[in-house]
């Protein structure tokens, strides 16, 4: 859509056969696990600083970047503050705060990390919720294994329409020695409402992935995965993120009609 984080573009596959109402709610879902997502790395990364002594992570893709970080060791907090305005490294403006409470280091096994925000935007669509990062693995190797869940979760939109979801989601990193060849693994499901009122639910049926070695060529949606939308008073969609290609495409079918999407990412002006 217009405003949001995406515009699709379809190659005529059978467009026909997807109604406003089911490209909306596909829509939703990717705008929502992107945001969602990059909330993710913020926390990631926030836990990542407040482990190194307020050190910045030498990484051109941290979040972080253009934000002021602060620690309250005493109470465990850490608030992340993109203040009026500023821009990342995907060139998305972000502005309010990201709050994260927690209970021990983020490579702890067991440790809970809490995200709330503070008149929080990402391109002028406010970001509500409350999401948790529960470290599943049982040691500290290369492979973090997380449950993720989302609580009340909300995008608004600039012209008052907004999104919701709930969501439970187990999250594998696969970190590489250049954080830039890191992945993320994804599985578990989601359910809420789109921008039209509608209500719906997903569930991953093939992990997720997301490559961040894609993102330099504006590639942010994952590049392999499946996932079903289950949409009121609609039959099933399947989406397919493909074979591993970072080509920001991916399928949708619903009773063997196919619709092949491709994202076109919002350039922002000046």
């Given at each position: 859509?217009?405003?949001?984080?995406?515009?699709?573009?379809?190659?005529?596959?059978?467009?026909?056969?997807?109604?406003?109402?089911?490209?909306?709610?596909?829509?939703?879902?990717?705008?929502?696990?992107?945001?969602?997502?990059?909330?993710?790395?913020?926390?990631?990364?926030?836990?990542?600083?407040?482990?190194?002594?307020?050190?910045?992570?030498?990484?051109?893709?941290?979040?972080?970047?253009?934000?002021?970080?602060?620690?309250?060791?005493?109470?465990?907090?850490?608030?992340?503050?993109?203040?009026?305005?500023?821009?990342?490294?995907?060139?998305?403006?972000?502005?309010?705060?990201?709050?994260?409470?927690?209970?021990?280091?983020?490579?702890?096994?067991?440790?809970?990390?809490?995200?709330?925000?503070?008149?929080?935007?990402?391109?002028?669509?406010?970001?509500?919720?409350?999401?948790?990062?529960?470290?599943?693995?049982?040691?500290?190797?290369?492979?973090?294994?997380?449950?993720?869940?989302?609580?009340?979760?909300?995008?608004?939109?600039?012209?008052?329409?907004?999104?919701?979801?709930?969501?439970?989601?187990?999250?594998?990193?696969?970190?590489?020695?250049?954080?830039?060849?890191?992945?993320?693994?994804?599985?578990?499901?989601?359910?809420?409402?789109?921008?039209?009122?509608?209500?719906?639910?997903?569930?991953?049926?093939?992990?997720?992935?997301?490559?961040?070695?894609?993102?330099?060529?504006?590639?942010?949606?994952?590049?392999?995965?499946?996932?079903?939308?289950?949409?009121?008073?609609?039959?099933?969609?399947?989406?397919?993120?493909g074979d591993g290609t970072c080509d920001?495409?991916?399928?949708?079918?619903?009773?063997?009609?196919?619709?092949?999407?491709?994202?076109?990412?919002?350039?922002?002006?000046?």
């Amino acid at each position: 859509s217009e405003d949001g984080l995406f515009s699709c573009n379809s190659d005529n596959v059978e467009p026909a056969s997807f109604t406003e109402q089911e490209l909306e709610a596909a829509e939703s879902e990717a705008v929502m696990d992107e945001t969602f997502g990059d909330v993710d790395d913020i926390g990631f990364y926030a836990a990542l600083e407040a482990d190194n002594s307020g050190r910045l992570m030498e990484d051109e893709s941290n979040p972080l970047r253009c934000a002021d970080v602060s620690h309250d060791k005493e109470n465990n907090v850490i608030t992340v503050d993109f203040g009026e305005g500023c821009y990342d490294w995907k060139d998305r403006l972000l502005q309010g705060k990201v709050i994260i409470t927690y209970t021990d280091r983020i490579f702890v096994p067991g440790a809970v990390h809490t995200m709330t925000f503070d008149d929080f935007y990402v391109d002028s669509i406010q970001v509500e919720g409350v999401r948790t990062r529960t470290n599943l693995a049982d040691d500290t190797s290369d492979t973090l294994k997380f449950q993720i869940t989302l609580e009340n979760g909300k995008l608004t939109w600039p012209d008052v329409t907004f999104a919701t979801r709930d969501a439970d989601h187990t999250v594998k990193r696969i970190r590489a020695l250049n954080p830039i060849e890191d992945e993320r693994h994804l599985d578990g499901s989601a359910e809420g409402t789109t921008r039209g009122g509608l209500a719906y639910s997903s569930e991953i049926l093939e992990t997720i992935v997301f490559k961040r070695s894609c993102y330099p060529r504006r590639n942010f949606i994952p590049v392999s995965g499946v996932k079903v939308i289950r949409l009121e008073g609609f039959s099933d969609t399947t989406i397919d993120y493909g074979d591993g290609t970072c080509d920001n495409v991916f399928i949708m079918e619903r009773n063997q009609r196919r619709f092949e999407v491709r994202v076109l990412r919002r350039v922002r002006n000046g």
